[in-house]
């Protein structure tokens, strides 16, 4: 439901009377919360507001926030939790555990199958038909995602573990749960009631460094995919670990070295999406291992692939996010973000920066670069990469939505309100228009014929007596101005990135400071994934002047690089000659200082 972006419509604050009705309804909807979980769910004095939302199906939802995390979504007068709120209350709903690689396509949009389901040892609870229940990861009792029970118990066991089993409503990494504060799942034990399971949990507790079968915590690229396992293996990863099984996988792992023949043949029997995963994995820690330092951050999501992780593929291989698992960079980078390698924010609307990295998470150290490579030459390549800055100019195209006024002329080729189409498909939708209603002037094939529907359109109110007639080239023009305008960018190796309006060009502007100093400003870089303080660094070094980064004055996460002394120029030939941006997406190029002129 929310995993596609969807749009605010109003946001107001909770207070008294509604405050107490909203409480009241929490106890009706959830009668296991105590009075004092539903004091503490639904405060007095704390700021809690509502929120009225579209979804991109033009569902009306509301959302009830509490500091700015939503808490409780409600659909047709029914209330439902967030993750956030089952973090804080995990025995709210009844529970189902999946394996962790099921979360990115819950994430994506899909319901949890019975086949993904794990069946523990003391048996499910007991549910009907249209129950909420929650969704945990095995091995982690905080809930990933919300959902409603399409069959009871009884039914799903019948059924023998086939078919659909809930219907998702709700996830962790989800566009709901980005509304929040993006944290993250806390790691709560699972609770154990079954001897056999109360076993197994002693034995892992005296394991250290070392993690049980059963643990699936670890890296998502290292599983297979849900869809491909037969419901055989899936029933024997959901058996409960006993001492004997315990020991067995001890001595696989230290017997790991002897194996590789194995290794091999399991690696060619793998699909090309799951070498492709392996492969972004092996980058990816490989430039965070040797190329990237705690200075380059924050660091634009889009440098990153670009410049580091793509230097980063052995040779005859390329990396290709659309044939992994993923489909996108930004989901890659949200998984790694779930397991703590790293952070990634959005500091610029629409455009993500990685802001902290863990250099001593487990599996960063425990990374080995492999042959060919070397920490001390890649560390040489990415300076080296720095100073070339191997960087591609966007590829941006004009788009146009569909608005109010337009959709009659729009209607009888099949769009409506919000389509989305390019110059030459408005073209050629008007030229169909104008042959299909024989408006083509018979005596001047040159200018077209304003009928009902294109008056209303495409003319103002004191036109509308005196226009009868419009030349091509005007009534194309009319057509494009009405129009809502939007911008497509896509940036090598990513998804393409549809934004409203026009894009904003780089901004150049001269400031003066104290004892008439002049000074360069830049603004806007990071539109057009360019990294500012990359930018400043190559600035700083060819011109020898000082170069810092300041926040955009009037905005809370926008960045400029300030440079002293007028700069055009220098800008003018990184810009428009290395990195071969079109001069219209740049402005301010005039304010060069006029060379050899005399006063």
């Known amino acids: 439901m ?65 500091s700015r995390n939503p808490i409780l979504f409600e659909i047709e007068k029914a209330l439902y939790p967030t993750v956030y709120t089952l973090w804080a209350y995990p025995d709210l709903l009844p529970a189902f555990s999946t ?227 993923y489909k996108k960079f930004s989901k890659f980078l949200q998984c790694m973000q779930h397991q703590k390698i790293l952070q990634v924010k959005e500091l610029n609307k629409g455009v993500e920066s990685i802001v902290d990295v863990d250099w001593k998470h487990p599996d960063i150290k425990a990374f080995a670069v492999p042959e060919g490579f070397s920490s001390a030459s890649a560390a040489q390549e990415s300076k080296s990469e720095d100073r070339e800055q191997l960087y591609h100019a966007p590829e941006i195209i004009p788009l146009y939505g569909v608005s109010t006024k337009m959709i009659p002329l729009f209607q009888e080729s099949g769009h409506r309100k919000g389509s989305i189409l390019s110059s030459s498909e408005v073209r050629n939708i008007i030229v169909n228009y104008v042959k299909t209603n024989e408006l083509i002037d018979e005596t001047n094939k040159n200018f077209v014929k304003v009928n009902a529907i294109l008056c209303d359109c495409l003319l103002d109110k004191s036109e509308q007596d005196e226009i009868t007639n419009l030349k091509w080239d005007d009534l194309l023009s009319r057509c494009l101005e009405r129009l809502q305008p939007l911008h497509q960018v896509t940036f090598v190796g990513q998804e393409p ?44 070094q060819r011109v020898q002047a000082s170069a810092t980064i300041t926040p955009v004055p009037g905005t809370k996460d926008r960045v400029q690089v300030q440079i002293q002394g007028n700069q055009v120029h220098h800008l003018a030939k990184m810009l428009l000659e290395e990195y071969q941006l079109p001069r219209k997406y740049i402005q301010g190029l005039e304010k060069a200082p006029k060379l050899g002129r005399k006063k």
């Open 497 to 540: 990135i549809v934004r409203k309006g026009n894009i904003e060009p780089i901004s150049i502007t001269i400031a003066h400071r104290s004892s008439n100093k002049k000074v360069t400003i830049i603004k806007n870089l990071e539109l057009y994934g360019l990294d500012p303080q990359c930018v400043a660094n190559i600035l700083q």
């Open 99 to 325: 394996w962790p690689p099921v979360l990115q396509k819950l994430a994506g949009g899909a319901d949890l199958m019975l086949p993904g389901v794990v069946v523990p040892s003391s048996g499910f609870p007991q549910v009907e038909r249209g129950t909420l229940c929650a969704v945990t990861l095995l091995g982690n009792r905080a809930p990933v995602a919300v959902g409603v029970a399409t069959m009871s118990t009884a039914e799903m066991l019948a059924a023998g573990m086939k078919g659909k089993g809930f219907a998702v409503l709700h996830t962790y990494m989800d566009h709901l749960w980005e509304f929040g504060d993006k944290s993250y799942p806390p790691n709560l034990a699972p609770s154990v009631t079954d001897p056999a399971e109360k076993e197994s949990a002693e034995d892992e507790e005296e394991m250290e460094g070392q993690e049980p079968f059963i643990n699936c915590t670890a890296d998502p690229l290292q599983h297979v995919d849900i869809g491909d396992l037969s419901l055989k293996e899936q029933d024997s990863c959901a058996r409960p670990i006993g001492k004997e099984e315990l020991n067995e996988n001890r001595a696989a792992e230290t017997a790991e070295d002897d194996n590789i023949e194995v290794q091999q043949e399991t690696e060619e029997s793998r699909t090309p999406q799951e070498q492709m995963d392996e492969l972004f994995n092996q980058c990816f820690f490989h430039a965070l291992k040797c190329k990237v330092k705690k200075s380059d951050l924050p660091l634009l999501t889009s440098t990153f692939l670009r410049s580091h992780m793509f230097s980063c593929c052995p040779a005859g291989q390329q990396l290709d996010i659309k044939k992994s698992s």
């Open 2 to 66: 929310f995993a596609k972006a969807f749009r605010v419509r109003a946001n107001t604050a909770i207070k008294g009377s509604d405050r107490r009705k909203l409480r009241t309804d929490v106890a009706a909807a959830f009668p296991n919360l105590s009075a004092e979980q539903l004091t503490e769910f639904i405060p007095n004095k704390e700021e809690l507001n509502v929120i009225k939302i579209h979804t991109h199906k033009g569902e009306a939802i509301t959302v009830y926030t509490n």
